[in-house]
């Protein structure tokens, strides 16, 4: 039988990205270093700076964090990346990851909101509302028994005292969801909705900014 070969180029590049900046310091329990790469301090009155909404995308809290999201993006990326190719792939990546840090910073402003968690939460949600709309894939029901599994994840720990940002994550979920629509459809759809998103994180980052 033929063997099909599917390109995941974004896939490696969104990786190899997360690997670069868990080598330049990106990864660690030091609040302190992490707000020095980009990640928002509590801002009491401010807002964040425009880097605070993409920069906390490639940093993490730990290896543990680090390792789930680098584990997790490295299937589902390659998932999707196979259906909607490697400009949607970044497309969704970017759109669900924006979403997620600006409605973490509405709703958590004093927290130090790290991770792609929400930008693969919203390749997840992309890539079930492919297969179901409409339903044309024979593992659809896998992708979404998969897909509760790894919100499972996200809430079990959250009910044992682990600080999990929910906001961010459904956010990035929704991002997703809307990201994969707008691509499909292409044209001024997929640049509309890009330009409503800038539109909004701008509005989000607007000032004034925090002074540390």
Do not use: K
């Not at 809290?61 to 259906?83: D, K, T």
């Amino acid at each position: 039988m033929e063997r099909r070969f599917y390109p995941v180029r974004a896939t490696w590049v969104l990786l190899a990205l997360l690997l670069l900046a868990a080598l330049l310091g990106g990864v660690s329990t030091d609040v302190a270093e992490l707000r020095r790469l980009g990640a928002r301090p509590p801002l009491y009155g401010f807002h964040p700076r425009p880097q605070h909404l993409l920069a906390p995308l490639f940093l993490h809290g730990g290896w543990v964090h680090f390792g789930c999201n680098f584990l997790s993006l490295s299937m589902v990326g390659a998932a999707l990346e196979i259906v909607l190719g490697s400009l949607g792939l970044i497309y969704v990546f970017f759109f669900a990851g924006i979403a997620s840090l600006s409605a973490s910073f509405l709703a958590n402003p004093q927290v130090t909101s790290l991770g792609c968690s929400g930008a693969v939460f919203g390749i997840w949600a992309a890539r079930v509302v492919h297969c179901w709309c409409p339903p044309r894939e024979e593992e659809r029901f896998r992708f979404v028994a998969l897909f509760i599994f790894s919100v499972l994840l996200t809430i079990v720990p959250a009910r044992m005292g682990v600080n999990v940002d929910h906001v961010g994550h459904f956010a990035g979920m929704l991002g997703g969801v809307i990201a994969c629509l707008a691509f499909r459809v292409g044209g001024v759809v997929r640049w509309g909705a890009l330009l409503a998103l800038l539109g909004w994180a701008g509005w989000v980052a607007r000032p004034p900014w925090s002074p540390f």
